[in-house]
Every structure is written in structure tokens, then in C-alpha cells.
């Protein structure tokens, strides 16, 4: 029991980590993040199945916050707080 609270802890902070990051970005970046997600490699069976269930916008959409929160965590494991370029 205590394993599993001490994991769910961790999830709690991954997941405020990662919203911190994807609240601070602007929306033209967060544009920019969604689109570097969506053409990650390492994300491309996500990728494929949040297409084929664009008729589902539900099911879409939990595989699009999958995809980002997959990149964002990416992105904040390989060097903290990077930023977004956009231009």
C-alpha cells in the first residue's frame, strides 16, 4: 500500500510539472509543442491512434493529452524548462 501511494505521488508531481509547463507557454507555442509531439517518433503509435479516432472526439483527445504529456515530459527529462522554438 505504501508503494502504490508513493507512486501515485510521483504521478501527481510528473503530471504538476508538466502542466506547469504547458500553462506557461503562450498559445503560438503550444501550437508549435503539439505539432514537434505529433511528429515524434517515439510517439508514432500514439500519433496513429489519436488519428483513426478523430471521429471519437473523447477518446482523441485522451490520446492527444498522451502525446503531449509524453513529449512535455520528454523535453523536461532532457534538460528542464526548455523553450519553444517557434520561429
Known sequence: ???EAEQRARQEV???RIRAYWDALAPADRACLEAAA???PGLSFLT???????HDPERAERYRRMILDAHI??????GGDETIDVG
Open 38 to 40: 505529433l511528429a515524434e
Open 73 to 78: 515530459l520528454g523535453l523536461l527529462n532532457r
Open 14 to 16: 510528473e503530471q504538476a
Open 48 to 54: 496513429q491512434q489519436y488519428r483513426r479516432n478523430r
Open 1 to 3: 500500500i505504501q508503494a
